[in-house]
């Protein structure tokens, strides 16, 4: 079958590890069910794998991708949790520490790919399998962001650090559906006029001052942290699911234990969160907003663009 693998890390030149070619198909496994791939998103998570984040050398060459929509053998339209392991253990038992698709078991950018059977959620016919491919890694942590971490409610307001991305268009579309004020930050003056018709009732500039918000969605970290705690209420949460510009250099403790600010972690989101995710898009008509897609063969040039750092919106592959 044909798949987008890590055949050598290039920490500097994350395309330059990777190949597309051919690979045997995932064998039959107890508990275990061979999806056929009609979509997959492409997530940072994958650049990050061809540097050598998260891999060792002796796993080479390991399939890409947490994200995909396809089909099972029995024709049952289906969406992937890329969850694996972990306290559920469904399929791998208890003991297996919890990863995604791609860094223990082979990922999603390929013709066929095999997850526990548990891990399968049935795709609302709504939905395209170019759409509901972009859910389970950025839309469903923003979703477990705003929602289940986050707690938001209507009427609160929400800060997005950084605009552009699969998880704050997703964080904009989703918190504005569901009632929320939600203000994005962005360099970009042409991003923040598109998150502003996205829906986010308004845009800054990282850093500018703001009204103070319930809830911030932080996965920017050094670059926007102290703009974070500053903008955040007494008593509200700042949600962080990752640190691009890295690890922030003073984390703020006073202001944070002083305005009893609850700083929350968010990686994914669970099975449940995400059955619930495709039932608030199949009712609401919202849907994922997709930048380009390119067929598996193209995948270099999918990787390329996320890379640049171009994309408004989802890159996705289509097998």
Request: hydrophobic letters at 45%; charged letters at 20%; one cysteine or more.
């Amino acid at each position: 079958m044909l798949a987008a693998t890590v055949a050598r890390f290039s920490p500097d030149d994350p395309i330059a590890g990777l190949d597309v070619g051919d690979r045997p198909a995932p064998p039959a496994r107890e508990h275990w069910t061979t999806v056929d791939v009609r979509a997959a998103a492409l997530n940072h998570h994958d650049l990050w794998s061809l540097r050598g984040v998260g891999l060792r050398a002796e796993q080479l060459p390991m399939i890409l991708g947490t994200d995909a929509a396809g089909v099972t053998a029995d024709g049952r339209e289906v969406v992937v949790h890329g969850v694996i392991g972990g306290p559920s253990g469904h399929g791998v038992g208890p003991d297996e520490p919890r990863s995604l698709l791609s860094e223990r078991h082979p990922g999603t950018l390929a013709e066929q790919v095999a997850v526990p059977t548990w891990n399968l959620v049935d795709k609302p016919a709504a939905l395209s399998f170019v759409e509901a491919a972009c859910l389970p890694t950025a839309w469903l942590t923003a979703y477990r962001m705003l929602f289940t971490t986050g707690r938001a409610t209507p009427g609160q307001r929400v800060l997005v650090q950084g605009a552009g991305g699969g998880l704050a268009t997703a964080a904009i579309l989703l918190g504005a559906a569901a009632g929320l004020e939600v203000i994005v930050t962005s360099r970009d003056e042409q991003r923040r006029a598109q998150a502003l018709t996205l829906g986010a009732a308004a845009a800054v500039e990282p850093g500018a001052r703001v009204p103070r918000v319930d809830v911030v969605l932080e996965s920017v970290g050094r670059a926007t942290w102290s703009h974070s705690v500053r903008s955040v209420r007494p008593g509200g949460t700042i949600v962080v699911a990752g640190a691009t510009s890295g690890d922030a250099t003073a984390a703020e403790l006073t202001r944070i234990f002083f305005q009893e600010i609850t700083v929350a972690g968010a990686t994914m989101g669970s099975r449940d969160d995400l059955v619930h995710l495709l039932a608030f898009l199949a009712r609401t008509g919202v849907r994922p907003l997709v930048d380009s897609t390119f067929p598996l063969a193209r995948a270099a040039d999918g990787l390329s663009r996320l890379a640049d750092g171009s994309q408004f919106g989802k890159i996705v592959l289509e097998v």
